[in-house]
C-alpha cells in the first residue's frame, strides 16, 4: 500500500540554521504532496503542496519540490526561527478527496 | 483558527465504556475525514463521509463507528474502550470530496482510558 517515510527525529537547531527534513513516498500513479505543521497543543495545518512531478510548494519561507524520479518531497528553510518549532508531517493523497497517508511526523526544536 | 470545532477537548474514562466526539466541518464543506493519532500508531486515517455518506473506510475497529448529520456534523463513537484507545482524534474537512486537495483540520479530541 501507500506509505511515507520521514526522517528520524527529534530535530535541534540554532535559530538562522538551514533545515531539510527529508521525506520519501511509496504509491503507485501521481499522489499530491503535502506537509503539514502541528504546533503544540493544535490541529494541524497545511505549511505547502505539490500536486505533480516537478512543483515546487513554498509557504512562510519553507519549500518543497515534487521529485518523481527519487520519490521525494523535501522540506527546506533557509533560516529557521524560534516560531518554527513544531511537529512537521508529510503526506499524500492517491486523488483529489481521498484520504491523507502520513508520515511519522518530525519534531523541530529551534534554540534562539 | 480553521472553522472546524471539535468538542469535548479532554475527555477522560474508564475501560469499557462509551464516548462519543463531535466535529462540526467548516461552513460549506460536504465531506469529513476522522484520523487518530497515537504515539505508537502516528497519524492514521479512520473513516471518511461526504453528504451523509460513508465514502471510504481506513483502520478503523468495529468498536468504533460514525456518521454525518443532515447539518453535516459528525459523531464518532467509540465503544467497550480499551486503554490503547487513548489518543488524539482529529476531524478535518473539505469542501467537495472529489474536487478537494487541503483538508482543514480541527484541533482535535484527547481521549484518556483510565
Known amino acids: 500500500g501507500d506509505s511515507v517515510t520521514q526522517m528520524e527525529g527529534p530535530v535541534t537547531l540554532s535559530e538562522e540554521a538551514f533545515l531539510t527534513i527529508n521525506c520519501t513516498y511509496t504509491?503507485?500513479?501521481?499522489?499530491?504532496l503535502f506537509w503539514y505543521v502541528q504546533y503544540p497543543g493544535e490541529g494541524l495545518q497545511l505549511l505547502l503542496k505539490?500536486?505533480?512531478?516537478?512543483d515546487k510548494g513554498s509557504n512562510k519561507g519553507f519549500e518543497a519540490t515534487y521529485r518523481k524520479e527519487t520519490t521525494s518531497f523535501h522540506l527546506e528553510k533557509g533560516s529557521v526561527q524560534v516560531s518554527d518549532s513544531a511537529v512537521y508531517f508529510c503526506a499524500l493523497t492517491k486523488t483529489s478527496g481521498s484520504r491523507l497517508t502520513f508520515g511519522e511526523g518530525t519534531q523541530l526544536t529551534v534554540n534562539p | 483558527d480553521s472553522g472546524v470545532t471539535q468538542t469535548p477537548k479532554h475527555l477522560i474514562t474508564a475501560t469499557g465504556q462509551r464516548v462519543t466526539l463531535r466535529c462540526s466541518p467548516r461552513?460549506?464543506?460536504?465531506?469529513v475525514y476522522w484520523y487518530q493519532q497515537s504515539l505508537d500508531q502516528g497519524l492514521q486515517f479512520l473513516i471518511q463521509y461526504y453528504n451523509g455518506e460513508e465514502r471510504a473506510k481506513g483502520n478503523i475497529l468495529e468498536r468504533f463507528s460514525a456518521q454525518q448529520f443532515p447539518d453535516l456534523h459528525s459523531e464518532l463513537n467509540l465503544s467497550s474502550l480499551e486503554l490503547g484507545d487513548s489518543a488524539l482524534y482529529f476531524c478535518?474537512?473539505?469542501?467537495?470530496?472529489?474536487?478537494?486537495?487541503?483538508?482543514?483540520f480541527g484541533p482535535g479530541t484527547r481521549l484518556t482510558v483510565l
Open positions: 505539490a500536486t505533480k512531478a516537478d
Open positions: 461552513s460549506g464543506d460536504l465531506s
Open positions: 504509491a503507485t500513479g501521481y499522489p499530491s
Open positions: 478535518a474537512s473539505t469542501v467537495d470530496g472529489r474536487r478537494a486537495n487541503e483538508q482543514f
